[in-house]
């Protein structure tokens, strides 16, 4: 089993940068392949980002691509989402989630542990 705790929200004007973390703790960090994902009120919940185990592969929604960077240290057992240009409709709560997979996943249904969610706010 792998526990999950997201850090780093908080509220930012437009345009300015935020960085997340998620750590893990319990079962290798990199036999998962990681993903963070965000969900505003009243809307579902939706992929942000995802790296695979041995970080070599990223893969981003069109909404973040160019504005957001993921990365883990699984030295650190840890993954990041570098959040730059934010926008106001950036503004959700932040998850990120660990998934057995030997590629890279970016579908929730595929994730097996979640971590309690991290809020962002991103002022107009």
């Known amino acids: 089993q792998v526990h999950l705790v997201e850090s780093g929200g908080g509220l930012v004007p437009a345009g300015g940068s935020l960085r997340l973390s998620c750590a893990a703790s319990?079962?290798?960090?990199?036999?998962?392949?990681m993903s963070w994902y965000r969900q505003a009120p009243g809307k579902e919940r939706e992929f942000v980002a995802a790296v695979s185990r041995g970080a070599g592969t990223t893969r981003y929604s069109d909404s973040v691509k160019g504005r957001f960077t993921a990365s883990r240290d699984n030295a650190k057992n840890t993954l990041y989402l570098q959040m730059n240009s934010l926008k106001p409709e950036d503004t959700a709560v932040y998850h990120c989630a660990a998934a057995m997979s030997v590629g890279i996943v970016t579908t929730s249904s595929q994730c097996d542990y979640w971590g309690q969610g991290t809020q962002v706010t991103v002022s107009s």
């Open positions: 319990g079962r290798t960090f990199s036999s998962y392949a």
